[in-house]
């Protein structure tokens, strides 16, 4: 499989090259809890209860996502780095010891989970009627999380080769596999929401089966490798990848949020309100993780000419993604108003579910165009080695605009008000992320053209940004 030249004056080919596999593997892997969502919401008689149950684990499914972000995403633009810069043997060395904290970290997640299991569970947001089908998905889905974790985190490695295509099939090979498992296990075994989960860890385990035997392959530019762990390369991953970490974190602390409050607003009907966020949640991330594929897909054409110096091309790149980003927003924009209903309506038949689950979904697209802006500078900033600027913005989203949101509207407004804090942080990321990427990036190139190594700003500086 022939690699792309991350190095090519065709700076918009490279960009899409790179962002299209990207977009559709993202698009296929948040397809793995979407399609266990609609089967389960279609089960006789407890569907509409068990979705909800779906929607208390969603913070738990996707801190274990976190993880694999904090190694693949973090390692990734270093390693990308180290070969711009025609550093292979140190490329080979961030490989091996990503795939030994992606295990380590997948049996420290696995063992917290079960430990902590019912509390957690409770905590989350499940009543009384929603609390056995979350267990039961929950359970089964932790046990296989070392699966997810390594095939999301080392496919990242494949990716930052210029292995684009191959990234993508990753995914697909899982996703077509929960497809048809899924209703083999639901329906015909009559497993219910464990056959959901068992079908989902089946087919991350096919993932992870082809991402490591293509990195053991001969052919493959840097293949996989057991060497002794270093604890400087673990420790700048880690830095390189608190960022999407925490968005993906603070992603899970927002959900759990969001559930307490829609069970402490919505009164008895609660577990109702649950499961028509949970719907809404899955049509914004058809459109959110696309566009995150955009904005780290491309993180290994910043990083390898950020390492190679090649300033002219890196400022092309990222005008691409740019566009790409507010392109593809702005279709999915005008789009959630035609297939806002049609989508709510996979999920289940109640009709008084699908009409808020439409409203909720225009809701939460309001902001979307402006928030591709945040995206790509965000991820844009970890690729060019400002990982500090990256984590700073991602904070100021989430656990600042969007928590306060959350705990403040509906005690004015009411229940529905808790869907407002999406746009609204949303449009303050936009304004916040594009006037710090205006200041810093220009800093950033103008530093490392007279550098021999990666550029770093001083302590002030950091102080002062």
């Known amino acids: 499989m022939k690699s792309l030249d991350l190095g090519s004056n065709r700076a918009a080919v490279t960009v899409m090259k790179l962002a299209f596999p990207a977009m ?13 969502r609609m089967f389960v919401g279609n089960i006789a008689e407890i569907g509409d209860v068990a979705l909800a149950g779906l929607g208390v684990c969603a913070p738990v499914a996707t801190l274990i996502s976190a993880f694999a ?68 998905y929950l359970a089964v889905y932790a046990a296989g999380s070392v699966f997810s974790i390594a095939a999301v985190g080392l496919n990242q490695f494949i990716i930052a080769q ?14 077509v596999a929960n497809v048809g498992l899924d209703p083999l296990f639901i329906f015909v075994f009559k497993m219910n929401v464990t056959g959901a989960a068992l079908a ?11 991402v490591v035997g293509f990195l053991l392959k001969k052919s493959t530019k840097i293949r996989l490798s057991f060497a002794k ?40 009907d609660g577990d109702k309100w649950i499961t028509v966020s949970t719907i809404v949640q899955s049509f914004m991330s058809i459109v959110t993780m696309p566009l995150l594929g955009i904005s780290t897909g491309t993180q290994p054409v910043l990083g390898y000419n950020y390492g190679a110096k090649n300033i002219p091309l890196l400022k092309k790149a990222v005008k691409c993604i740019v566009i790409m980003g507010l392109a593809f927003t702005g279709i999915m924009f005008a789009l959630s108003f035609v297939l806002a209903r049609p989508v709510a309506g996979l999920f289940t038949a109640n009709e008084e579910i699908v009409s808020l689950s439409a409203w909720g979904i225009r809701v939460y697209m309001i902001g979307i165009v402006p928030l591709s802006l945040q995206y790509v500078f965000v991820d844009g900033l970890t690729g060019l080695g400002q990982p500090k600027f990256a984590f700073m913005l991602s904070m100021s989203r989430k656990m600042a605009v969007y928590l306060g949101s959350l705990l403040l509207l509906p005690r004015f ?11 609204i942080a949303d449009i303050f ?15 950033v190139l103008k530093r490392r053209q007279g550098e021999k190594k990666t550029e770093k700003f001083s302590e002030k500086e950091n102080e002062i940004a």
């Not at 210029?162 to 996703?175: N, Q």
């Not at 992603?251 to 409050?261: A, E, L, P, Y």
């Not at 407004?413 to 746009?423: D, I, K, L, R």
């Open 24 to 36: 559709m593997a993202q698009f296929i892997s948040v397809l793995y809890s979407i399609v266990d």
């Open 69 to 136: 972000s904090l190694v693949g995403f973090g390692g990734a633009p270093l390693f990308a780095m180290a070969m711009g810069e025609g550093r292979d043997d140190v490329a080979k060395k961030i490989l091996s010891n990503a795939l030994l904290c992606l295990l380590a970290l997948s049996v420290l997640v696995t063992a917290v989970v079960f430990a902590l299991m019912n509390p957690l569970l409770h905590a989350f947001g499940a009543s009384e009627n929603t609390f056995i089908y979350a267990k039961q």
């Open 162 to 175: 210029g292995y684009s295509a191959v990234g993508m099939f990753t995914t697909v090979i899982g996703a």
């Open 200 to 210: 989902t860890i089946l087919s991350q385990f096919l993932s992870f089966l082809f």
């Open 229 to 268: 762990i270093d604890w400087k390369v673990v420790g700048k991953t880690f830095r390189y990848g608190a960022s999407p970490f925490f968005i993906l974190a603070t992603d899970s602390i927002i959900i759990i949020v969001s559930n307490m409050v829609l069970q402490a607003y919505g009164g008895a």
């Open 413 to 423: 407004f009411g229940v529905q008000a808790v869907f407002y804090a999406e746009p």
């Open 429 to 443: 990321a936009a304004c916040f992320s594009t006037a710090v990427f205006a200041v810093v990036f220009p800093k």
